[in-house]
């Protein structure tokens, strides 16, 4: 009985497989070639983006003096936002610079270079206490992450966790909530 079953088994998955295989198919496969990687495929998306005008706009924002001004300042914060420890700053201005699409924010200066303070789109009253921050209040601020664009004159900081005379005036609510 087992020596039946089991060469019905083989039998109907022989035929099972014959039956999906398709030459063509085969062929087809045969003539790719090896998929490529992920890291390629950005590396190529990213080339194609830098041909748009976009890209263009883009890169020659980057070689340009404001550009590098902008990295240069980055990298005098870079290992402070890596280990996500403090830093003590001077407000310089309540608003951000004329047409900026940031949200609430404010300019500060740390390590002698000015950067945009950004806190995303106000929802709610969360941004009470610092909407009574003045001019050349020292803050301390913690961050996770600084960014750029060629719209703005700055390095911007996501502004995570923020101080004034040690007490904590703004933390910014976790995003491992989900939706």
């Known amino acids: 009985m087992q020596k039946v079953s089991s060469v019905l088994i083989l039998s109907l998955f022989a035929i099972t497989v014959s039956a999906f295989t398709n ?27 830098e041909a748009t005008p976009e890209g263009m706009k883009f890169k020659k924002w980057e070689a340009s ?4 001004k902008v990295y240069a300042a980055e990298a005098k914060i870079r290992k402070s936002i890596r280990e996500y420890t403090n830093m003590e700053g001077v407000v310089t201005s309540l608003s951000l610079p004329p047409g900026s699409r940031l949200g609430f924010g404010v300019m500060v200066k740390l390590n002698g270079e000015d950067y945009i303070l950004s806190f995303g789109p106000e929802l709610k009253n969360e941004f009470e206490q610092l909407h ?30 923020i101080e004034k005379d040690g007490k904590l005036i703004f933390k910014r609510a976790s995003g491992k909530e989900g939706c």
């Open 23 to 49: 030459p063509d198919l085969a062929n087809e496969l045969k003539k790719k070639s090896i998929a490529t990687s992920p890291v390629d495929d950005k590396k190529a998306a990213l080339k194609k983006w």
């Open 65 to 68: 003096i404001v550009g590098k």
């Open 132 to 161: 009574k921050l003045k001019v050349n209040d020292k803050i301390m601020i913690k961050s996770r992450g600084v960014s750029h664009a060629p719209k703005y004159a700055y390095p911007i900081i996501a502004g995570d966790n």
